[in-house]
């Protein structure tokens, strides 16, 4: 079963991120202590950092460092920072420039695990690095598993679990022996050597992350590409269950797990299901329909409803148990409380909203009983060098009783502590 984390820390004490969505992937932060309004104009900036580089690498926190990815001149970067301060600790090149219209470098956000941090770049370059030094310890491709960088670039933070890294560098590509290789794949967290590989399931990568789930007492690891949403076992690659999807250009929404029933959302029309896992693996849809037409920005799963932005339907409401739509905000473009399409994270009892389009920064109630909107403020400086194409696509992150706000080279830090 897939579970939040036990306990909750209080008073704002340090509370660790250590990977994409936090230690139990529900995107909730577990501090308490946080600020329940802003003050006008926003909260306290402590500082802004020139120094991550390009990119929509969001950030992994712990021990009062703060790690993210970016790319400098040709080189994509690991990069650490000092939490507090924003002073750069140190940077690790770890391969080529990604190159895209919708803006060059990484995407993928860095995970932290014994000491260590991992990360994926925009070509599927693979490293880890010792957390406190930056220096190298392995690195591997996605390549060299067989896969073919799909079109927007790597995207996957990759899971580290039971000593093994977690990736799916996808199975489009034939090696050398003229196989077709399997999606998944689980390396030697130690060493970067392959473990196994999923033979029995090959399509492309998309731009998902990998779920941990214990189902039916059987530990998998599940995915989601535009064709199947799968549970693949932990101990040997093999292929436990599969269902049908029909997504459209990009899958990008993590899946969300709860006991035996798994949720996924994908944009560009597809819309929303939820299934459930038999302990025969089979799987059966409990509910599809176009409530949830998630394109990225993530979905979270908060009290029995699932909350996020649908692409034509705006920010929504969602009942787990039925799939309906529980409540709907879609302000007009020339309405001032207008709050469109972007990132969602939960912490202490509120939504924090980063629009895309314009930067802006919303504090909402996490309510099923429909949008109230508490504070409101705009990021500024905002980068002078995201493509035209591009958007502030990077998730907030609140750790510390600090908020963690990213636009392309510019990482803004503010004081969202009730006291400090």
Not at 113 to 126: I, P, S
Not at 390 to 399: A, D, E, F, R
């Amino acid at each position: 079963m897939f579970v939040c984390a036990a306990g909750v820390i209080t008073n704002t004490q340090s509370a660790d991120w250590p990977r994409w969505r936090g230690s139990d992937l529900t995107d909730h932060c577990l501090e308490t202590g946080l600020l329940k309004q802003w003050p006008a104009g926003g909260p306290k900036k402590l500082w802004t950092s020139r120094e991550v580089g390009l990119g929509y690498s969001s950030h992994a926190i712990a021990g009062g460092t703060l790690y993210t990815m970016g790319l400098e001149g040709d080189s994509e970067q690991i990069i650490a920072l000092d939490a507090a301060s924003g002073k750069k600790l140190w940077a690790t090149t770890i391969g080529a420039r990604f190159g895209n219209k919708w803006g060059d470098g990484p995407r993928a956000t860095p995970t932290l695990e014994g000491g260590h941090v991992y990360a994926m770049g925009g070509n599927g370059d693979l490293a880890c690095l010792d957390a406190k030094s930056g220096r190298m310890i392995w690195k591997t491709s996605m390549a060299d598993l067989g896969g073919k960088t799909p079109g927007w670039g790597y995207c996957e933070s990759v899971l580290v679990d039971d000593g093994k890294v977690i990736c799916t560098p996808g199975g489009e590509m034939k090696d050398k022996i003229d196989r077709n290789r399997g999606a998944m794949a689980a390396l030697d967290k130690r060493t970067g050597k392959l473990i196994w590989q999923s033979d029995e399931w090959k399509d492309g990568a998309q731009y998902a992350s990998v779920v941990p789930a214990t189902i039916h007492g059987v530990r998998q690891y599940i995915q989601l590409t535009q064709a199947n949403l799968v549970g693949i076992s932990a101990k040997d690659g093999r292929l436990l269950w599969r269902s049908d999807w029909q997504g459209r250009t990009a899958v990008i929404p993590t899946p969300i797990v709860v006991g035996d029933e798994v949720y996924i959302a994908s944009g560009y029309g597809v819309g929303c299901k939820k299934v459930r896992v038999g302990s025969d693996w089979s799987v059966k849809d409990v509910w599809v329909n176009k409530v949830m037409k998630n394109h990225h920005g993530g979905v979270i799963l908060h009290d029995g409803h699932l909350y996020g932005y649908s692409d034509g339907g705006g920010w929504i409401c969602q009942s787990w148990a039925s799939g309906d739509e529980v409540w709907s905000f879609k302000a007009g473009n020339k309405d001032p409380g207008s709050f469109g399409k972007g990132a969602i994270y939960y912490a202490n009892g509120r939504f924090i909203l980063l629009e895309e389009q314009t930067g802006e920064v919303a504090l909402i109630d996490a309510s099923a009983k429909g949008w109230k909107e508490i504070s409101r403020f705009k990021l500024d400086p905002q980068t002078e060098q995201r493509s035209k194409s591009g958007k502030i696509w990077t998730h907030p992150v609140v750790s510390g009783g600090r908020l963690y706000l990213r636009d392309q080279e510019l990482l803004h830090c503010y004081d969202v502590a009730a006291s400090r």
